[in-house]
């Protein structure tokens, strides 16, 4: 499969480009929508010449095996799906993807609902899922030649793009909104050697601003508008079923900000799905938080044509979008699978959070949106107890360690926030307390919290 050719089609009129054809800003010429890799050699073969899904899912298996720098990436291990690259030789890789899957015990048992797991992207190279996608788009950055990559973020993408940037030995550009990321994401643009300017704007206008500088410089954008980045993000896809024996979940729930990854993955399940990989579809599922909620909204006015933007707020800062960029692949992926698109509250999100936190794995503010949605999926009665549900847990804990701090030592919430949910929130609360430096002191402090 290698020999066949990607292509760009565009998502709303369906013009077809090549991929090198691409203005700087990824929209199309003709209708100013974005763009979706294509790969028109699987359509095209039939019988013997289709890709054999006995034999790929073989040889995915086999490579998990491998010393290959290219077989130990959990993306590039697929890479017959996504033949993006002239030579593999050009990709840049960090070891990313194969992150773990993990059965949510107490949530499954909370919820009644036995098989609730998380797919957790955290745990890539620098802590989130944005590392997949990266992989993917800085491998063709640096195979078209180019010296300058950039995005705008709310601190993840910038994070990723700095360290595959610094690894492929390209200058990376990052426009961040001042004041407005955990500072764990920022420290990791410097580490990495970025050059970083914080904007006095939101991520919205860093973004409208990035699109007017790569038309007038030589540089390459690497945000999620870049559909290469997308097939990256598929990826996960293929993992999360490979780890169900090629079963697919009956449900997916994935965070929504800009609304990529929600897109790259129901991309990563229709071409399993349409190759003959898997039988079905999940249902997907977007979470939004309350204040940053423009698809829920579009979803609620049921004759809107377009998205409104709105005016973003929220302590998860990884999803402070209000206008994202995906919002139509997402739709679809939303309604081609019979899936929901709800919004949680700032507490809702601070519990589940919490949760996670409580099973041993830990998850950023912007994740946990993913079983706050669960959780209010069930109260209205739309998961049933055998269903297989996977949470795409996108970010480590450890990105914002701030938010976790003042959860526990109560300053987090407002009382208006938290109002209604004080009892749960004071029995999970874990602050830190001070003791004297003695035995009896120390033993004093575990009785009073055994039981
Ligand atoms: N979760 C985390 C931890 C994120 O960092 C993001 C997005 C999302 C969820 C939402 O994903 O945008 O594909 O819908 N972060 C971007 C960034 C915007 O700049 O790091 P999405």
Redesign the pocket.
Known sequence: MKDILHQLRCFGCGARIAGAEAQPDFRCAVCGDLFEVEYPGWGQRRGNDRPNPGALKWLWRERRCSSEELDRSGVWRFRELLPILESFGNAVTLCEGSTPFYHLLRASKALGIDQIYAKHQ?MNPTG???DTGMTAAVSVARERGFEWVA??????????MAAYAARAGLRCLVLIPEGKIAWG?LSQAMDYGALTCQLKTD?DGCLRLLMQIVKEAPIYLL??VNPYRLEG?KTPAFEIAEALDWNVPDHLI???????????LGKGFRELHELGLVARMPRIS?IQAEGANPLVRFFNQHEAMALEPVEAHTR?T??R?GN?A?WRK?ARAIQETGGWCLDVTEAEIAIAKTEIGAEGLGC?P??AVTLAGLKKLCAQGKVAACETVVLVL??HTL?DADYTIDFHRGTLLSKEESVGMDTRIDSLRRNAVSVEATPAAVLAVLRGSAG
């Open positions: 955290g989130s899922f944005k995005c705008a973020s709310t601190g993840n993408t910038s994070a990723a994401k991520f945000n999620s993000q994935v965070p929504g900000g800009n609304l990529g990854n929600s897109s790259a977007v998860a990884a999803i979008i994202p995906s997402a950023e912007a994740s996108t970010g990105k």
